[in-house]
């Protein structure tokens, strides 16, 4: 809405032309000049890191420096001009000199207090102040992955601005306006989205010098509150109104959605940017992250958007100047003019109260007209039209008594120019007759275009209009009680239709004469709408209803008015080229039959290009074979070995490093299960004469045997008492010592007693044990009962003695005797359980009692004071026993599966695909390891893939198969191999290839890999779940369609795997198909031997998809939030029920993976009780009485986890009863009562939260945050703090005590290093070294006390890792960057990690991590997926956009070690709780499907199909993807799309030249597929390539030379940077000119010749793709094309059945053709046109089709956001090139750490793939641009190599 941006006052859709002030400038305080000094000043604030209260301290004085300056700035003369005396009239200036000029003081500066200016001061500072922060705004996926239960805030205010300017929305085109915005919101809401929009009262006065944004704001809450089920909230007066604090306060909103600007294309300052900036800032002030409505866009998953995170600094800002933010707010609200200034400021007042009065009246006449109702649009049309007619009347009447008194004659010329009553009530007639048609008109008619202007009075007239409108709406209320239908006020006016109509009216006055002429239906509703507003207004005589006439001159049609349909533009037609390819046959041979096709002689054929074919042979970063088979690689090795035997030694031994390291790093992830692998001899096994002979006939076989079975088992029975002998033996000497140390600590002595269990075999010895286990513990706690006064005694030693007494009874019950069973039963009486000790007796037979009940009638001395159940359930949860079975498996070693287990090993021994779903560190990675145990037994050839989605997993998986299998093979052969996007080694030589996503598409994809594909026997897809991610989620999904071999898909976080597995099955099922069509058919001459081969072929492979789901964690998570209080952290237990609602329950019922522990179960039956005494349940699940606890002695998981099933049924139950207010109470009482959250500094306070953890034993922690230096700042703070403790203390003479120790080794050592070697030595000398060895050790023993860190200075300890073992780590991170800090680090037990972190340091916290030495690791989420590194604790250190529900679980699952840990402690920090709630009820994703295809990937596939060597089995690939992808698995419709697509890019790759006719790839067809990642610039960069663009960039310095200049690699890199580094930043960074440090930010355009060629690009893309749109058009669902998505309101009408004159005349305006774009954007004139010129087409096409303008591959050299401004492009590509600083990145040009790591290793993986394929296509060695690229590969690797390094 261009003209309403103009910032002026809006007339019925026009703007008022108003005249400017003499001088031409606007008296606006914000144009003034900044103040260079203090913009720097502010910049150092903004980049140092420093604590809250310093920032703020400086924060406050840079504020007051800023309005110093700014005072300064603001001289009196430049605010008003001198020369100008002339007086603003309101009425004739615009409304932004309205605003200033009421705000800002005049030359006499008697208009304006001293407050005012400090106000208008204010606003400045703010605005440059967020301006900075805006710098470092992340665009991020905003919902990620909460599904229903994330909670944010749309202001509505901003949400309305967005959308009015938004760039393909006419302006008044109110209807074309709704319906964006309901397609916004309703995208929302498809995305499972929770939220609500926030009006405040007091914006309303913003936008009073905007009548028609009043209108449609009142409109818009009106509309959102009737028609949808969105809430709105409108009670809030301003974002400083205490409820509105409260509100957030309760529900901590993800973050609120405001935008940064009111009116986009004016550069001016408005009031209502002031107003959304206090709004900003308030928001971050109050811990609510910000995001910008400008720059939201959209796709098939997920909605983007520029998220900020508040920051301490914002909080301390916004509490030191609320004060000041609140005034100026308010002078905002008090400043602005009373709509637009429409009247005089003398009448305003007494005018407006009586037309409020009219208007309330008005509302009573029209019940008595029409008591059963009417539609909102008549309404609305009569009333404001009514009363803009009695106001008319009233100012003629008016301006007519002032003339008479005043003379009319003088003040004749004076006198402005008005309409006359009669032309305003032609203007009333034209307005009813347009909203008549407006109701009856199917949209397709509406599809009008008129861009003529109302002269000044017609324009006035509609402004008032406009206004009565606003108040009519706004008045709404005073209709209550009278039906009045709400529907369609998304359509209360449209301007286009309205000077269509005025048109008509003034050219063609004959076809509105009459009723007749306007058709029966069209006329008579008109008239009767006419007759309702004579009757409303009846003072004023407005005359008939007929004619409808135009008053003269009233509409003023531009000279270069163009008539719609012009035949110049015409829609550009397009055939199909023909070509021939089986897959493009097969596949969309039904669609070819229906589309044209090019002649023979046509020019778009003739001068296709005939390139040389392509054919994929080298990798695409390394430059190295892709089709390497083993036995090249075995010829490779032995001709390095015969060429350079140097270069042999160098290989082998690096291969060796690596072994050794993976063996290493193998041993940190104890893999105790390392096996032996031989190949098993199938065919011999099989083979009947290679059996055992059968046993002769006769019994002297049998005999033998017998007498072999005896002597067998006499010496199994010496070898059993031997053992127990030996056993007694160790047991009577352990056990005074061992009695001695429970006496002494009970936690030392039971874990000396349960080692000596654990290495016992002898069952009669253990039972022995176990009871004088239980002894010592009853004797602790009769001592700990008889030192401890009964409130506060610790049930820790009542729990160690029920753990031994359920150990005892579970495991070795039927070896206990009577008397055994006896003493178990006084322990449990000595415990108060008398009813316990009832059923141990109840164990033993009536006849063996007499005598044995005596003692046990006795009261308990010393009870724990709670019910058996209660106490097992409160205290004992971890170490409940879990279902596990005793019967071993075979196909196990090391322990014994449970049945889901054992249901994985069957899919894997059927050779099934199997689909897993279970928690993390449950088990079922394992199956991964038994299917490539079977593959490597079966085969030397056989091949399992293991395909893990980060680089670090690669790494650890590939160190877990070097640690757990050993097998020999034949030369070059290998068991593992790896392949990433940038390392590979034994990728086609090895059994198990362990590799990311992308590369293995890569190999599947290669035409000459098929071979090596055919051998892969199994595919395992760890982390399945990333099917679902935001990038490469498409790859995971081309994996699971094309490979043919059975597969294993694993994931912690899946809730829908039965939707998955359907579809995979799908797609087995496809291949079962292509197996059997591919089988020979049976014939005379088919040998047996093939016959056989095919038969167990057919029996071998299985395409059955199993599904495997297991819900149980084997360790509980209790989760804590931390509060801080008294100086000490304070860890308070949150129960998960308190994080739901009501309304969730009742909605989304409880999540599926939503556990509680025993103790949480009890809490919860303790809280009903307590809400609902009367409960009728209640006494049956008390635990004392609940059946399954009633009397147990034992009471297991499962048996809780029934009495939680009982209890969440119960409470859903009352739910569904109604009892709402009883659920409340529970969930209140479930509560945690705490002051709150972390509130200080996270640095000064994080070894405090260290150290408190390992005083409470949570040690090892990992501590989860998603900024990088955060990560690092955590560590560093931990390191520094110890490091203090250290030198605290370190006595004054220990330093120089050291140093002289150290100087004597240094000379000992060189003294025993020369004695050493003497052959011959003398008696002296011997003694004199014997002397020196006996130094040398003392000295050494003190230096390494001197050394020894104390305990409390260290979390390492000491035995955790030997000393060997450290070493190897240090030594292999030695050259490492910061390796001796880091060492520092570790040694303390301290470590960080992070993607972006060196690759040895790294994996030495992780390896350290796992063995115990480092407890305490600061880390992003990188960590979590799939990283094995169990701990006792996982920290959230603070909110982000990052933690969401998936990585919530990812995380949380780190905490509980299974056999280390029964209980995993999840602590979260610095979160709010609103959001600890939501991440505990939020339910995991869903994965749905992605658009399968891109352009790029269409040419990759054709690649396939045309070189490869098996063209049956490389067509059945290509057609599993284009077939079966998840996005159209069961919608055909959506089949239909992508045939199309495909179809499409075929004919784009022909025009384009990379494939010729017969479907070969031909040209740059390679370098295209090598940065497919980068999909359209890959095209791009060819045509600058073909077209000699690169040539002419590429000057060498001097002739004949090898090398460029700088200059010359610096224009490389910005164009590749405009093409392959596309980050764009917000456009209000590019307004304010900002600057930065060390990074120039923003990146210049393309040169001109390259933005020429762009253009030319996308010209020739649009033309093919825009008919592709205009194909798949008939696919969309046109009765939801009709209706607003949200609403539903639909706007499918029939066609006038009467042919008038009048819509022939009005039919003539149609802009056509419009049968492939949407019909509300219709409204704003969009045609089919625009499809072959727009280059962002999703806010005018089709949304039912879900076609997004990421499908199309056009290359946008200039993107705006949706208001129409700039988005310039991200310099970081260019900027690392010259500064190679990876901080700078993060401090000027707003990445975050590791996000810039990895922006530009992406980029320098773009430079090496074009550098190699320009190598392998170019023949000259010596061209000029391969040689550049050559050099700017080896110079950005460099610079990147020395920053990671």
């Known amino acids: 809405m261009a ?23 606007h008296p606006d305080p914000f144009s003034t000049p900044r103040d260079e000094h203090s913009e720097e ?66 030359d006499k500066g008697d208009t304006a207090s001293v407050e005012e200016k400090n106000n208008w001061m204010t606003l400045r500072w703010l605005s440059q102040y967020l301006t900075r922060i805006f710098a470092q705004a992340q665009k991020v996926s905003l919902l990620r992955d909460f599904v229903e239960s994330e909670f944010f805030v749309i202001d509505g205010d901003s949400l309305m601005m967005t959308y009015i300017h938004e760039a393909t929305v006419d302006p008044g085109q109110n209807l074309h306006f709704f319906y964006l915005l309901e397609c916004f919101l309703f995208d929302l809401i498809q995305k499972k989205a929770k939220f609500v929009i926030i009006f405040f009262k007091d914006a309303e006065c913003i936008w009073k010098q905007y009548c028609s944004h009043l209108s449609i704001r009142t409109a818009l809450i009106l509309h959102l509150q009737h028609n949808t089920e969105v809430p709105v909230h409108t009670e809030f007066d301003n974002c400083f109104d205490p409820r509105w604090k409260k509100f957030l306060d309760d529900n901590h909103p993800y973050f609120v959605v405001v935008s940064d600007k009111a009116f986009p294309s004016n550069k001016r300052w408005h009031p209502g940017t002031g107003w959304f900036h206090v709004l900003m800032l308030h928001t971050l002030g109050n ?65 407006m109260k009586r037309k409020l009065s009219g208007i309330l009246r008005s509302y009573s006449q029209l019940k008595r007209l029409g008591p059963k109702g009417s539609d909102i649009s008549r309404i609305v049309c009569v009333v404001s039209c009514s009363a803009a007619l009695k106001v008319c009347g009233y100012k003629m009447a008016a301006v007519k008594t002032t003339a008479e008194q005043r003379g009319t004659t003088e003040n004749k010329e004076a006198e402005p120019e008005e309409l006359t009553i009669q032309g305003a009530a032609d203007v009333c007639r034209m307005y009813c007759l347009h909203v008549t048609l407006q109701r009856n008109l199917p949209l397709s008619q509406r599809a009008l275009k008129n861009n003529g202007r109302w002269t000044k009075p017609v324009n006035q007239f509609l402004t008032l209009r406009r206004v009565m409108e606003f108040l009519v709406l706004k008045n709404l209320g005073a209709a209550d009680g009278w039906n009045v239908d709400m529907t369609y006020l998304s359509d209360l006016s449209d301007r286009h239709l309205l000077k269509s109509v005025a048109k008509i009216c003034s050219e063609m006055p004959s076809c509105t004469e009459s009723e007749r002429q306007l058709g029966n239906k069209i006329g008579g509703e008109y008239r009767r709408i006419w007759e309702t507003v004579a009757k409303l207004a009846p003072e004023v005589d407005v005359g008939p209803a007929f004619p409808v006439t135009c008053p003269s001159g009233a509409l003023l049609q531009p000279a270069d008015n163009a008539e719609p349909g012009n035949p110049e533009q015409n829609i550009p037609s397009i055939g199909l080229i023909p070509m021939t390819s089986t897959l493009a046959e097969e596949y969309v041979g039904d669609l070819l039959e229906q589309l044209p096709q090019l002649g023979s002689e046509d020019p778009a054929l003739t001068s296709l290009l005939k390139l040389k074919e392509f054919d994929e042979v080298l990798h695409w970063h390394s430059g190295r074979p892709i089709a390497e088979t083993l036995h090249e690689r075995t010829k490779e090795i032995s001709k390095a070995s015969v060429k350079d035997p140097k270069e042999r030694k160098k290989m082998l031994r690096q291969q060796q490093k690596q072994v050794v390291f993976e063996r290493l790093y193998g041993e940190s992830l104890k893999e105790n299960a390392a096996v032996t692998i031989v190949t098993n001899q199938t065919d011999v096994a ?41 056993a007694k033996e160790l047991w009577s000497s352990l056990q005074e010592p061992i009695r001695k140390q429970m006496s002494q600590d009970i936690d030392k002595g039971i874990k000396a007693l349960d080692r000596f269990l654990q290495n016992c075999r002898n069952e009669c010895v253990k039972v022995t044990v176990e009871l004088e286990g ?64 009832d059923s141990v007796m109840k164990m033993i037979d009536t006849d063996q009692k007499q005598g044995m009940k005596r003692g046990l009638m006795k009261d308990p001395e010393f009870p724990v004071g709670l019910g058996a159940a209660r106490f097992q359930l409160q205290y004992m949860g971890p170490f409940l026993f879990r279902e596990e079975r005793n019967d071993p498996d075979p196909r196990v070693r090391h322990f014994i599966p449970d049945t889901w287990q054992r249901e994985l090993l069957d899919a894997v021994d059927n050779n099934e695909s199997a689909v897993i779903v279970a928690p993390t560190s449950s088990g079922k990675t394992y199956a991964s390891y038994y299917c490539m145990e079977k593959v490597l037994r079966s085969s030397d050839s056989g091949i399992v893939v293991y395909v893990a989605p980060t680089k670090a997993l690669v790494n650890q998986v590939v160190a877990t198969v070097y640690a757990r299998f050993t097998k020999s093979l034949p030369q070059g052969a290998a068991v593992c191999g790896c392949l990433t996007r940038d390392y590979q080694f034994n990728v086609n030589n090895c059994q198990v290839l362990v590799t990311v996503p992308q590369c293995l598409e890569i190999l599947l994809l290669s035409p000459h890999q098929q071979d090596w594909a055919k051998r892969i026997k199994y595919v395992i897809f760890d982390e399945v779940h990333c099917l679902g991610g935001e990038i490469g989620a498409e790859v995971w999904e081309h994996l699971l369609a094309i490979i043919r071999c059975p597969f294993l898909a694993l994931s912690a976080t899946i809730s829908n795997p039965e939707d998955l597995t359907q579809w995979l099955q799908s797609v087995k099922t496809y291949w079962e198909r292509v197996e059997s069509s591919s089988e020979e058919p049976p014939s005379s001459n088919t040998s047996q031997k093939s016959k056989r081969k095919q038969q167990a072929r057919r029996e071998e492979q299985s395409f059955k998809v199993r599904l495997v789901t297991y819900g149980e964690r084997y360790n509980d998570l209790e989760k804590l939030v931390c509060d801080f209080k008294d100086n000490e952290y304070k860890f308070i237990p949150y129960h998960p029920c308190a994080a739901l609602t009501v309304y969730h329950i009742k909605n989304y019922g409880i999540p599926s993976d939503f556990a509680l522990s025993p103790p949480e179960c009890l809490r919860l039956y303790d809280a009903m009780v307590q809400v609902s005494p009367g409960w009728p349940r209640a006494q049956e699940l008390e635990p004392e009485e609940y059946q399954s606890f009633k009397n147990r002695v034992i009471i297991r998981k499962r048996d809780v986890r029934e009495y939680e099933a009982e209890l969440k049924k119960e409470l859903v139950g009352w739910v569904k009863a109604g009892r709402k207010k009883e659920v409340e109470d529970v969930l209140l009482w479930l509560k945690p009562q705490f002051e709150g959250t972390f509130k200080k500094s996270q640095m000064k306070n994080f070894p405090l939260l260290v150290e408190t953890l390992q005083k409470m034993n949570g040690l090892p922690a990992l ?74 050790d003392m000295l050494r023993t003190r230096y390494q006390q001197l050394h020894t860190l104390p305990p409390d200075c260290t979390f390492a300890p000491a035995s955790a890792a030997d000393e060997k073992f450290l070493d190897k780590i240090f030594f292999r991170m030695r050259r490492s960057h910061r390796s001796g800090y880091y060492r520092e680090m570790l040694l303390r037990g301290i470590g960080c990690h992070h993607g972006s972190m060196n690759n040895k340091i790294r994996q030495a916290v992780e390896m350290l991590f796992r063995c115990g030495f480092v407890k305490v690791v600061s880390a992003t989420s990188t960590l979590a997926l799939g990283i094995n590194m169990p701990c006792k604790t996982v920290v959230f250190l603070h909110d982000s956009v990052h933690l969401d529900s998936l990585n919530y679980r990812q995380m949380s699952g780190r905490a509980g070690r299974r056999g280390m840990d029964n209980l995993g402690k999840v602590i979260f920090f610095d979160v709010p709780l609103p959001k600890v709630q939501r991440l505990i009820k939020a339910n995991i994703p869903q994965l749905k499907g992605q658009f399968p295809l891109t352009i790029s990937f269409v040419l990759r596939l054709m690649l396939l199909a045309a070189k490869a060597d098996d063209k049956a089995d490389a067509k059945a690939k290509a057609l599993s993807v284009l077939q079966y992808s998840m996005m159209t698995f069961n919608q055909p419709k959506k089949q239909d799309i992508v045939k199309f697509y495909f179809l499409f890019s075929l004919q784009f790759l022909l025009r384009e030249g990379f494939l010729n006719r017969e479907g070969q790839p031909q040209g740059f067809a390679g370098l295209v597929m090598h940065e497919h990642y980068h999909e359209p610039a890959n095209f791009v960069f060819i045509r600058f390539l073909v077209q000699g663009l690169l040539h002419k960039v590429c000057q060498r310095a001097q002739p004949y030379s090898k090398t460029f200049s700088e200059d010359v690699m610096e224009k490389l890199v910005l164009i590749l940077a405009n093409l392959f580094g596309r980050r764009y930043l917000l456009p209000c960074l590019a307004e304010q000119k900002l600057t930065f440090r060390q990074s120039k930010v923003i990146l210049d355009d393309l040169p001109d010749e390259f933005a020429a060629c762009v253009h030319e690009y996308n010209t020739n893309a649009l033309q093919v793709f825009g008919n592709f749109l205009l194909s798949i058009s008939k696919q969309a669902n046109l009765e939801e094309e009709l209706q607003l998505p949200l609403s539903g309101t639909s706007f499918m009408r029939p066609q006038l059945p009467e042919a008038t004159d009048f819509a022939s005349e009005l039919s003539k305006a149609l802009s056509s053709p419009t049968t492939a774009v949407s019909p509300f954007a219709c409204l704003s004139s969009h045609t089919d046109l625009e499809l072959f010129h727009c280059c962002d087409v999703d806010s005018i096409i089709f949304r039912t089709l879900g076609i997004h303008i990421n499908n199309i591959p056009v290359l946008r050299l200039k993107c705006f956001d949706r208001q129409g401004r700039r988005m310039l492009l991200n310099a970081y590509a260019l900027d690392f090139y010259k500064h190679g600083n990876l901080s700078a990145l993060h401090l000027d040009n707003g990445l975050n750490r590791g996000e810039a790591f990895d922006l530009v290793k992406d980029f320098s993986l773009v430079i090496a793939a074009i550098s190699t394929s320009l190598t392998d296509l170019c023949d000259n060695e010596n061209d000029p641009v391969v040689l550049a690229f050559q050099q700017l590969h080896r110079s950005y690797s460099s610079k990147l190599g020395q920053e990671y390094s």
């Open 3 to 25: 003209e309403e941006a103009s910032g002026t006052c809006d007339a019925e859709f026009e703007p008022l032309h108003h005249s400017r002030p003499a001088n031409g400038k």
């Open 41 to 106: 000043e502010e910049s150092d604030s903004e980049g140092e890191d420093t604590g809250a209260e310093i920032r703020s301290r400086r924060r406050s004085k840079l504020l007051n420096e800023a309005r110093d300056a700014a005072r300064a700035e603001m001289n009196l003369d430049q605010v008003a001009p001198e020369s100008s005396d002339e007086e603003l009239d309101i009425s004739q200036t615009g409304a932004e000199e309205s605003i200033v000029s009421k705000g800002v003081p005049s």
């Open 774 to 837: 239980i002894k010592y513990c009853l004797k602790a706690w009769v001592q700990h009962c008889r030192s401890t006064a009964e409130p506060s005694r610790d049930m820790k030693t009542a729990v160690l003695l029920m753990q031994k007494i359920h150990s005892v009874l579970n495991r070795r019950e039927d070896q206990l005797s009577p008397k055994t069973l006896t003493e178990v039963a006084h322990y449990l009486r000595e415990l108060g359980f008398l009813n316990l000790r």
């Open 287 to 351: 811990k609510i992250n910000i995001v910008l409505s400008s720059g939201m866009t959209q796709d098939l998953l997920r909605v983007y958007g520029y998220h900020m995170c508040s920051k301490p600094i914002n909080i301390s800002t916004l509490k030191q100047y609320e004060a000041e933010f609140k005034s100026a707010q308010q002078q905002l609200v008090k400043l602005a003019p009373f709509y637009g200034g429409m009247f005089f400021a003398a009448e305003e007042e007494k005018l």
């Open 686 to 726: 099989k083979s009947p004469s290679k059996q055992q002979p059968s046993p002769r006939k006769g019994n002297s076989k049998k005999s033998g045997r017998k007498s072999a079975e005896l002597i067998i088992e006499v010496q199994e029975k010496k070898r059993k008492e031997e053992e127990e002998r030996k």
């Open 1263 to 1336: 501590f989860f945050t998603f900024d990088i230096i955060m990560v690092e700042d955590f560590a560093d703070e931990l390191l520094e703090h110890l490091v203090e403790k250290l030198e605290s203390k370190v006595k004054p003479g220990d330093e120089k005590a050291r140093l002289q120790i150290e100087n004597r080794l240094q000379k000992l050592a060189k003294y025993l290093e020369k004695e050493e070697s003497m052959t011959n030595p003398t008696r002296n000398q011997s003694e004199q070294l014997a002397e020196y060895r006996t130094e040398y």
